[in-house]
């Protein structure tokens, strides 16, 4: 599979990755993060090439994480904001950055701190469960399928089919995974009326 390929993978990192696992892209939502709009700014502070900065903020535009809005007419410039979608990375950011701090700080200790505002205290990400609260420890949670996969594994089965192991789903279901939502889309327009 080539990696332009990967947001097909009936898989929800694969899908994510498909648009900031680019090694430029989370640094570029970082910098949005602290207050950085502007294309030179962003230059600036991360040292990327002018192209490849243009492409990477064309991609978070296209995949409405960034948008674009006109700070000068003449000539037109452009500063670039996050958009819900993008400001719904900030605990991915988080997260990121805590792991860091933990397992690469060389004893040096974490370059950068969150600050609580609402209690005005240090604060570290710590992952809760939805429904009772505790807090979510790798070893208590186990991953299930869910709709398209579940929809997939038992077209498996009908047409007796081997289902693939859980590591080969992702990619085996792609094609049917999209006809499960085209079929979806259908349903939904036949629905309405």
């Not at 452009?78 to 700080?105: C, H």
């Not at 398209?148 to 594994?153: K, N, S």
Request: aromatic share 8%; proline share 6%; glycine share 6%.
């Amino acid at each position: 599979m080539k990696w332009n390929e990967v947001d097909q993978q009936v898989c929800s990192v694969a899908r994510a990755l498909s648009i900031v696992g680019e090694r430029w892209t989370l640094l570029l939502v970082r910098d949005a993060f602290k207050g950085t709009r502007r294309f030179d700014d962003f230059q600036r502070t991360l040292g990327v090439t002018r192209h490849r900065l243009a492409e990477r903020l064309q991609k978070l535009v296209d995949e409405g994480v960034l948008t674009r809005i006109p700070y000068q007419d003449r000539p037109v410039r452009y500063e670039y904001r996050l958009t819900r979608k993008g400001l719904a990375l900030y605990p991915v950011l988080v997260s990121l950055s805590s792991w860091a701090d933990e397992w690469m700080d060389d004893g040096a200790g974490p370059p950068m701190t969150f600050w609580h505002s609402r209690c005005g205290k240090e604060s570290k990400p710590l992952m809760t469960c939805s429904e009772c609260g505790d807090p979510m420890k790798p070893e208590e949670m186990s991953p299930r399928l869910g709709l398209g996969l579940t929809a997939y594994v038992e077209s498996c089965r009908e047409n007796e089919r081997t289902v693939p192991d859980p590591a080969q789903l992702p990619i085996a279901a792609m094609a049917f995974y999209r006809q499960y939502l085209e079929n979806l889309k259908l349903q939904s327009v036949e629905d309405k009326q």
